[in-house]
């Protein structure tokens, strides 16, 4: 079986691992902190979650190769706003164009005949996702190798992180975690951290 390849870019200010998977005809892009050349025409954004270091390069990848911004509903209105998103306690002032693919749970976003599934997991903010790809999962910030997402950013919830999180670390499969932040590992490895 012949596996898209990943690539993964660390971008921006806040050190955001921005990930592009490359197919025969085009990409996708996870969470673009900031612009990064690609080899294959972007098709699909996908933002784990609407804070600004996740959203930062939609809108190049968007104006130069029309590239669909994929998020789930609950996160759109992150992506105009810079109280929302974050940036402006940054001193940024990060707007994205709104979304164009609204994903929800359960969706099955399908790209070059590959299964792309899509996990809510709420808590870091209100539209937080996760993505499983093959033996992969695209954890955004919900969490990480060295730790959970914040939540005392605009939408976080303590308790909402917590039912993600466990519904995370009831997945059966040893995945590969690729994060928002930080260093890959393995989904085994945070179980016997966190539980």
Known sequence: ??????????????????????????????????????????KFIINTHGHFDHIKGNRVYKEKFGANICIHL????????????GSILFDENVVSPPGDIFLKDG???????????????????????????????????TIMMFGIGRTD???????????????ILKIEENLIVLPGHGPKGRLNDLKKALL
């Open 74 to 85: 609950y996160d759109n209105d992150f992506l105009t706003s810079p109280v929302y998103n």
């Open 107 to 141: 969706d099955s976003f399908i790209f070059e005949d590959e299964e792309f599934r899509i996990l809510h997991t709420p808590g870091h903010t209100p539209g937080s996702i996760c993505i499983l790809y093959k033996e992969f999962i695209f954890t955004g910030d």
């Open 153 to 167: 950013f605009y939408g976080g919830s303590e308790e909402l992180i917590k039912k993600s999180i466990e519904r």
């Open 1 to 42: 079986m012949v596996y898209m390849e990943i690539k993964n870019f660390i971008t921006g200010s806040l050190s955001t691992n921005t990930y592009i998977i490359e197919g025969k005809g085009g990409s996708i892009i996870i969470d673009p902190g900031s612009f990064v050349e690609v080899e294959k025409t972007p």
